[in-house]
């Protein structure tokens, strides 16, 4: 019995001296060589996200120790928060893959606290590629050409989910605008919704001006859409005639709802990796993410393809979302009511 106590206590103090002196991780600077890094999109291709994650996907490795191959996929559904609760709930935390999904998810928490069970607070954000104007236009064989024509008829918008951004910007429109407007959702993404309007199916859609740039250029040349609205803050150098929504709406009771509701523009096409990625692996997806903002041949694709580039960093992004969920409650209900 003695015997046994003794190699006992050898095997505590050999299990106390593993717990004392844990293993080291592999350093990030090894970790990333002849990996995969893979970046998910929320949407279908075609659209506007899915633009930003293949433009990223271009550079991102080449400025990451260890250069690892970079692969995109597309993860669809629910207006991509499919992906989003992916990212915080499921995804591995190696730091081996990160996702851009719906920017209207990064307040939808906020306005659906019941509904939506996802807190972008936890995930680990890299940056965001670019700000996103949103603006909400009708096809050109519609009867409603105007906002005025939308007091007196009636329209039909479509959405990819009830939390997306184009919701919640119809739904304003609705609201603020007083427009005449029924709600069509499910549509996987942008190219699907464009398609239904082009086969009148639809009148119209609210939906990203850097995407429409980028992927309808002709829509817009042969005039196509008539642009209604912008949804944003500010104008758009492009849109100086175009009216804002907050323009239509009563400054001395929305002005600081609207604030909330159209604060996704500022972190338009943010990427993020789920919680608890390493903090030096994080640190290197950070960097490398800033790199490519500034990368000779990003820059030279995203301007051939007509998409915006006015970065933010991780940090930036974690403010934002501290600055607007410390909104305060009063303001946070009338946004509410502005997009039930």
């Known amino acids: 019995m003695i015997g046994l106590h003794k190699k006992s206590m050898v095997g505590l103090m050999a299990l106390g ?12 600077a090894e970790f990333y060589k002849g990996k995969t890094l893979e970046i998910l999109a929320g949407f279908p291709t075609g659209g506007g996200y899915d633009a930003y994650a293949r433009a990223l996907a271009t550079a991102i490795g080449k400025h990451m120790p260890g250069n690892p191959t970079v692969v995109v996929r597309n993860m669809t559904g629910a207006g991509s928060l499919r992906l989003a609760t992916y990212l915080q709930d499921a995804a591995p935390r190696d730091g081996l893959s990160f996702g851009i999904f719906d920017n209207g998810l990064l307040i939808a928490p906020l306005l659906k606290p019941d509904t939506v069970k996802f807190n972008p607070s936890k995930l680990s954000w890299l940056g965001s590629a670019t700000k996103d104007i949103q603006v909400c236009s009708v096809w050109h064989k519609s009867d409603v050409q105007t906002l005025q024509d939308l007091k007196t008829k009636s329209a039909t918008f479509g959405v990819t989910g009830l939390e997306d951004i ?31 309007m082009e086969r009148d199916e639809l009148d119209g859609v609210c939906d990203s001006w850097q995407s429409l740039k980028a992927t309808k250029a002709d829509w817009l040349a042969d005039k196509k859409i008539r642009i209604l609205a912008q949804m944003a803050p500010a104008p758009h150098k492009d849109l100086p005639d175009v009216p804002l929504i907050g323009s239509f709406g009563d400054p001395a009771t929305q002005a600081r709802a609207l604030a ?29 993410f800033a790199e490519s903002m500034k990368d000779r041949d990003f820059l030279n694709l995203t301007e051939k393809s007509r998409l915006e580039v006015d970065a933010m960093t991780g940090q930036e992004v974690e403010d934002f979302l501290a600055r607007i969920y410390g909104s305060s409650p009063e303001d946070v209900a009338m946004a509410r009511k502005l997009v039930e």
């Open 260 to 288: 909330i509701l159209l604060s996704p523009t500022h972190v338009g096409r943010s990427f993020a990796a789920p919680p608890g990625v390493p903090a030096d692996r994080l640190e290197v997806l950070r960097q490398a």
């Open 166 to 196: 184009r919701y919640m910007n119809t739904a304003l429109l609705r609201h603020v605008a007083g427009a005449n407007i029924k709600i069509v959702s499910g549509y996987p993404g942008s190219t699907d919704i464009r398609l239904a």
């Open 17 to 28: 001296a593993l717990f004392a002196h844990p293993v080291q991780a592999q350093p990030a």
